[in-house]
């Protein structure tokens, strides 16, 4: 059965998308990052624990997340998209090669290879505020609470939502409610706004709490 074709694009939105683009200056990865290194100054984060030099490892690069989202949070054109209190999570399964921690094997996704899983919190501005390799066997609910309660930006996430995979009412637990959403969407918020989730309760570690 063929794919549908897309319809032409008008004159005007052609028009619109070539005025856009040369507005916009082609530059190459790295003279991007160092830019936005001039602005934010993340790469003071990238410390070695004993020598004080760049190195890069999951507690660098979460405070280099921080800054940058922070940095971003504080723009105004950032808050023309969103408060920062409303973020979803989804995951992204990409095929691997060679030994990989976490990688497993799923026909279903990766025919005779292995592959992971990449999950990721996004807030309502477009920063990504946490993000996480993960198995893909293990369903995505038991990784939703981890960046909510481990976030250190200056985003006060009230609302969150994922899709039915990352759904559980183990949220429940930590002072959140359900609230019916279209299609498969389900929005998780406190309870009461004066209400702060508990750290030391995380949906891994507490399954028999469930009825």
């Not at 100054?41 to 999951?58: I, M, N, Q, V, W």
């Not at 009230?158 to 559980?168: I, K, N, Q």
Request: net charge negative; hydrophobic share 35%; glycine share 6%.
């Amino acid at each position: 059965m063929p794919d549908d074709e897309g319809e032409d694009l008008p004159p005007s939105a052609k028009a619109l998308e070539e005025h856009v683009s040369r507005r916009l200056p082609h530059v190459e990865l790295p003279e991007l990052l160092l830019e936005v290194d001039q602005w934010t100054h993340f790469s003071r984060r990238l410390t070695h624990a004993d020598s004080g030099y760049p190195y890069l490892r999951e507690e660098t690069l979460k405070a280099v997340v921080t800054a940058l989202v922070n940095f971003q949070y504080k723009q105004p054109l950032a808050h023309h998209w969103g408060g920062g209190t409303l973020s979803s999570s989804d995951g992204q399964r990409f095929p691997v090669r060679g030994k990989v921690r976490n990688a497993v094997s799923l026909p279903k996704y990766f025919g005779y290879g292995q592959g992971i899983t990449f999950y990721t919190w996004t807030s309502d501005q477009f920063s990504q505020y946490g993000t996480k390799v993960i198995s893909t066997t293990i369903r995505d609910a038991t990784y939703v609470l981890d960046e909510i309660l481990d976030n250190e930006t200056d985003l006060a996430i009230l609302e969150h939502t994922t899709d039915t995979a990352g759904f559980t009412v183990i949220l429940t637990l930590v002072g959140y409610t359900r609230i019916p959403d279209r299609g498969e969407q389900d929005r998780l918020r406190p309870a009461s706004p004066d209400d702060t989730p508990v750290p030391l309760l995380c949906a891994r570690r507490l399954p028999t709490l469930l009825p």
